[in-house]
């Protein structure tokens, strides 16, 4: 099979993604990136990829993967939508915000037809790049597969098992977004744990963001917001899955509430202590690509959702303002429901 991996994100997704296709006999292309022509993964040996301009990785590309940051996917992937709408599919792997209904709308928009774009709650891969060394730090199991138009998901899990091997149908790429972990947790630690973080950046310190930032209050947050999503998910007529189930079947966490979720994740559990200002790199995105189009969810359907729209205007405060938030016309929503 001929995969195209466009990207490469700070988490390295599409890194991690290309060496494990290539390690299973695919011939992988990369671009728009600045990913090397072999890469050394930790534990298992080099891998061969095909640098190339991205015009000529999409041609022909049976999957085509994408690891942007959520803010730059339609600026980047712009110039060619009409390749992407011929390839067999094209799946955007990153933390969810809704990017297949984001990438569907611009390809509508764009006049194109017959394309299909999936995506999941959680990306599949996490690891760390140092040159052209590779280290996988996490690889995520459970993920639900959508796919705009979903009609056209049945034809595309074939291709995607390549990389998700036990992807499952969700209901639809509204509900993926709304599967997104960060959507819950990210608020929540960064809120009740403001202040230590701001003293250990002025002292120099790093933190354990997961970790002694896991807090029965943050727990406690954690909860009140899973519940308003879930009401979300309702209104829609969507499933829930709570942030325990969610953290179990990507990770294998074993808490039945929020605090022992968390704190039995095992990738939680193995990050290295990190910058304390990290969480304004991250809210800077969970507000206007999560916190705020979740908001408008539930606005449209009549839904009470204080927390989410109250979050996101105490970190745009804080922040300093966080850009223009992700519209339900930019997921392409009209007249209630995803186009």
Known sequence: MIVAVLGNSPLNIGAACAAELARAGHAVRVALSALPPQLEVAGHGAVTLRPMPAEAAIAGADLVVVDIPPADLLPV???YLGGLARAGAVHVNSHGYWPALRL??????AGLDGFCITDAGAPTHAAGLDGAR????ARRTGLRIAAAPMHRLEAALPLLRALVPDATPAAGPLATGLEGINLVVHPALALVNLGWFDRAAAAGERVRFYGEGNTASAAALATA????RAAICAAWGLPH?????MLAALYGATGEDALSAVATCPFYRGL???DPLLWRRWLATDVPYGLKPAAALAAARGVPAPLHAGLAAVFDAVLGGTGAPLTLEGLGIADGAPA
Not at 104 to 109: D, G
Not at 134 to 137: A, F, I, Q, V, Y
Not at 241 to 245: D, T
């Open 241 to 245: 899955r709570s942030l325990p189930a």
């Open 104 to 109: 569907a709308t611009a390809m509508r928009r």
């Open 272 to 274: 290295a202590p990190q």
């Open 77 to 79: 992937l712009a110039p």
């Open 225 to 228: 917001l899973d519940a308003e």
């Open 134 to 137: 590779l280290t996988p730090h």
